[in-house]
């Protein structure tokens, strides 16, 4: 139970979607972007539980989460929307040690999901540039945030706060996230990003997480581009990191 808790937690934090070094492509008037990702989660831990029999063991419990997805985005001067589909499959190994012996247990659980969303910029002649982003992700949860970012060359600082129903419980969430990237060069950028998520009802626990991305562009055109991030994440007394690679496709 509080693997599964563990796993449904970081399906929440690690994917960090706000990218703080996207206002370069505001200056475009449209264009059509995708997203081909791969992405790993490793994780475990050790404690003593029960089983079906009411018998005590202790255990190691290894998780392996591996998501696949793409996403297709439509950009345009004020509105942007997107929408992806996705595949997590999670793998548990576990090693029980009971006082008689040990015993090795293996599960594995696959599950397809769908999201979309839709970004409004209120007012593109701000410096802070405000939007309004309306996210739904099937069956899990939905989402309104709203974001500020600054262009302080040639750093871009950006910030989020969402309002995030779930199916499961606790059913509401307060998501926060605070990013800043810099462009090193013609074909490299670089960012941060940390995310805390709570919940605003219920008994739940809070999930921080903190991400170092970076992104290589292919040749001078801008149009493709290498994806690489390293998150790390913690919940109460558990600590995860996760790695992600994805190619990044231009058509304008």
Not at 52 to 67: A, I, S
């Amino acid at each position: 139970m509080v693997l599964a808790v563990l796993a449904a937690l970081a399906r929440s934090a690690h994917p960090l979607q706000y990218d703080s070094l996207r206002r370069a492509e505001d200056m475009i008037d449209s264009r059509f972007t995708w997203e081909a990702r791969a992405a790993y989660y490793p994780s475990g831990h050790e404690g003593i539980g029960l089983d079906e029999n009411g018998q005590c063991f202790g255990y190691t419990r290894f998780t392996g989460e591996c998501q696949l997805g793409l996403e297709l985005k439509w950009m345009f001067s004020r509105a942007i929307f997107a929408m992806d589909i996705q595949e997590t499959t999670l793998e548990e190994r576990e090693l029980r040690i009971y006082s008689y012996g040990l015993e090795e247990v293996l599960r594995s659980t696959s599950q397809f999901s769908y999201g979309s969303y839709l970004e409004f910029r209120v007012d593109p002649a701000n410096q802070l540039d405000p939007r309004i982003r309306l996210a739904v992700r099937t069956p899990e949860s939905a989402e309104c945030s709203f974001l500020l970012s600054r262009v302080l060359d040639p750093v871009v600082l950006a910030g989020m706060a969402g309002i995030r129903e779930s199916a499961e419980y606790p059913n509401t969430w307060l998501d926060l996230l605070l990013s800043a990237g810099m462009v090193a060069n013609s074909q490299i950028s670089v960012g941060i990003a940390g995310q805390w998520t709570v919940p605003l009802y219920g008994a739940g626990l809070p999930v921080a997480a903190i991400s170092l991305r970076s992104r290589y562009s292919l040749g001078t055109g801008q149009t493709h581009a290498l994806r690489f991030r390293v998150t790390l994440s913690t919940q109460a007394q558990s600590t995860w990191i996760g790695f992600s690679f994805s190619l990044w496709g231009s058509l304008s």
